[in-house]
């Protein structure tokens, strides 16, 4: 199976970027498609944005559509996602997770792998 692992969460005040990568080991990268979720305190984890095993095509929640970028490096076994313009209800644990279903999907009951996630916390 595969293992995997988010970084770059922080601090950050309303209006700036922060870059999430999520590096992953064990099997082989392209062989699973990806997505990025979150979960902000007493919420229930939502989806945020999807990846194909490729890297095209992409998906992305409505509520951040044009501010979040997903993208994926095969050759380096990582996926991003660059986060612009960012607001306080972005605020949360925000979780990289992977499955090979072939599913178009954005339910979470889907991916069968899930990383420990990354704080992203956006201060007004």
């Known amino acids: 199976q595969v293992q995997l692992v988010e970084s770059g969460g922080g601090l950050v005040q309303a209006g700036g970027s922060l870059r999430l990568a999520c590096a992953a080991s064990g099997r082989t990268f392209s062989d699973y498609a990806m997505g990025w979720f979150r979960q902000a305190p007493g919420k229930e984890r939502e989806f945020v944005a999807r990846?194909?095993?490729?890297?095209?095509?992409?998906d992305y929640a409505d509520f951040v559509k044009g501010r979040f970028t997903i993208s994926r490096d095969n050759a380096k076994n990582t996926m991003y996602l660059q986060m612009n313009n960012l607001n306080p209800e972005d605020t949360a644990v925000y979780y990289c997770a992977a499955h090979q279903t072939g599913l178009n999907t954005r339910s979470s009951t889907n991916y069968a792998y899930w990383g420990q996630g990354t704080q992203v916390t956006v201060s007004s």
């Open positions: 990846v194909s095993r490729s890297g095209n095509p992409t």
